[in-house]
């Protein structure tokens, strides 16, 4: 934590700017530029629909070849890309969707996770967001990826790693614990209710990082039921709102960090067999208002001008 003057949560909006939109492949009429995998109609056409990714970073066809290279190792890119077009309107991100629509796209990631989740070679299958050129995003109609690959990423790896040596000592769920902390201290918390928890971490990376949790201990996304995703959905949509409404037009990733894929080789990962008890699945976003520069991307060391604390009261206000 660097708190700089000028930095206070109040500066930090954004105005909202009307964009001139030129042309834009994901938009209704252009639906023929994509490959589609699946699509979710209404009596107005299509809401949510699924496509193959352009510039895929992974290929379904084929088989898992892992090979050295002296010092090194690699493995064929065999995997999913897919990207979600979230809604058929231009400029509605997910604070502005209706309650049917918001449960609509969750319930699509789920189905497509799920879907991805029968292919054994597949053994992490991740959904992300980027939103804003600031956060990535090449195309700034609303869209999430799907990824699916055969090799745990680091990120994930480490993650996991924790949560299991945590359970190896504690025989309880690091995240559940988390959240009980955060709930009796309150400082951080920015809106609770029967069945989810959203707050911004301790010593959090990004000024306004917000992390949203279930309640209930549970390691999969795409195992959620049909009434926690209804809640989780109208959750979602509040707190987006709630960013909103004190960042502005903000730019961010949205992460969600969900178990691995255990029909995928299962052998390989001793640490795997008690991924229920021991891996909580949550969602990250990352509000991105400036470029990751040397000192985050050489060291990992991330300056954050606004403490969680102060950002938290901000939003509880807004
Ligand atoms: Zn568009
Ligand atoms: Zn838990």
Same mark, same amino acid.
């Given at each position: 934590?660097?708190?700089?003057?000028?930095?206070?949560?109040?500066?930090?909006?954004?105005?909202?700017?009307?964009?001139?939109?030129?042309?834009?492949?994901?938009?209704?009429?252009?639906?023929?530029?994509?490959?589609?995998?699946?699509?979710?109609?209404?009596?107005?056409?299509?809401?949510v629909r699924v496509v193959a990714n352009s510039y895929p970073a992974m290929q379904v066809e084929g088989s898992v070849n892992r090979s050295p290279h002296g010092l090194f190792d690699s493995?064929?890119?065999?995997?999913?890309?897919?990207?979600?077009?979230?809604?058929?309107?231009?400029?509605?991100?997910?604070?502005?969707?209706?309650?049917?629509?918001?449960?609509?796209?969750?319930?699509?990631?789920?189905?497509?996770?799920?879907?991805?989740?029968?292919?054994? =070679?597949?053994?992490? !299958?991740? $959904?992300?967001?980027?939103?804003? &050129?600031?956060?990535?995003?090449?195309?700034? *109609?609303?869209?999430?990826?799907?990824?699916?690959?055969?090799?745990?990423?680091?990120?994930?790896?480490?993650?996991?790693?924790?949560?299991?040596?945590?359970?190896?000592?504690?025989?309880?769920?690091?995240?559940?614990?988390?959240?009980?902390?955060?709930?009796?201290?309150?400082?951080?918390?920015?809106?609770?209710?029967?069945?989810?928890?959203?707050?911004?971490?301790?010593?959090?990376?990004?000024?306004?990082?917000?992390?949203?949790?279930?309640?209930?201990?549970?390691?999969?996304?795409?195992?959620?039921?049909?009434?926690?995703?209804?809640?989780?959905?109208?959750?979602?949509?509040?707190?987006?709102?709630?960013?909103?409404?004190?960042?502005?037009?903000?730019?961010?990733?949205?992460?969600?960090?969900?178990?691995?894929? =255990?029909?995928?080789? !299962?052998? $390989?990962?001793?640490?795997?067999? &008690?991924?229920?008890?021991?891996?909580?699945? *949550?969602?990250?976003?990352?509000?991105?208002?400036?470029?990751?520069?040397?000192?985050?991307?050489?060291?990992?060391?991330?300056?954050?001008?606004?403490?969680?604390?102060?950002?938290?009261?901000?939003?509880?206000?807004?």
């Amino acid at each position: 934590m660097a708190r700089e003057r000028n930095r206070r949560p109040e500066f930090m909006r954004r105005p909202v700017e009307t964009q001139n939109i030129g042309f834009c492949p994901f938009c209704p009429g252009n639906e023929k530029l994509s490959k589609e995998i699946r699509r979710y109609d209404s009596q107005n056409g299509w809401q949510v629909r699924v496509v193959a990714n352009s510039y895929p970073a992974m290929q379904v066809e084929g088989s898992v070849n892992r090979s050295p290279h002296g010092l090194f190792d690699s493995v064929s890119g065999i995997g999913a890309h897919e990207v979600v077009i979230e809604t058929p309107e231009h400029n509605e991100d997910l604070p502005d969707w209706n309650r049917e629509h918001s449960i609509l796209v969750w319930k699509a990631y789920r189905e497509r996770m799920m879907d991805l989740e029968r292919d054994f =070679r597949l053994r992490c !299958i991740m $959904m992300f967001k980027n939103s804003g &050129t600031m956060a990535g995003a090449g195309l700034s *109609h609303p869209h999430g990826q799907i990824l699916a690959s055969p090799v745990t990423p680091p990120a994930v790896e480490q993650m996991l790693d924790s949560a299991y040596a945590y359970f190896g000592e504690k025989e309880r769920c690091l995240l559940c614990d988390m959240m009980a902390q955060e709930l009796s201290e309150g400082y951080r918390i920015i809106e609770e209710n029967e069945s989810f928890v959203a707050w911004l971490p301790y010593a959090s990376r990004l000024p306004f990082e917000c992390w949203v949790a279930p309640r209930r201990h549970a390691h999969s996304f795409a195992r959620a039921r049909d009434e926690e995703l209804i809640v989780f959905a109208d959750f979602m949509k509040s707190v987006s709102r709630r960013l909103k409404q004190a960042l502005g037009d903000f730019d961010y990733n949205l992460v969600l960090h969900t178990s691995p894929n =255990r029909s995928s080789d !299962i052998r $390989m990962h001793e640490q795997w067999r &008690t991924l229920e008890l021991h891996y909580h699945w *949550h969602i990250e976003i990352l509000p991105r208002m400036w470029p990751q520069a040397g000192c985050e991307m050489g060291n990992g060391i991330f300056i954050n001008p606004i403490p969680p604390e102060e950002a938290a009261a901000f939003l509880r206000e807004v």
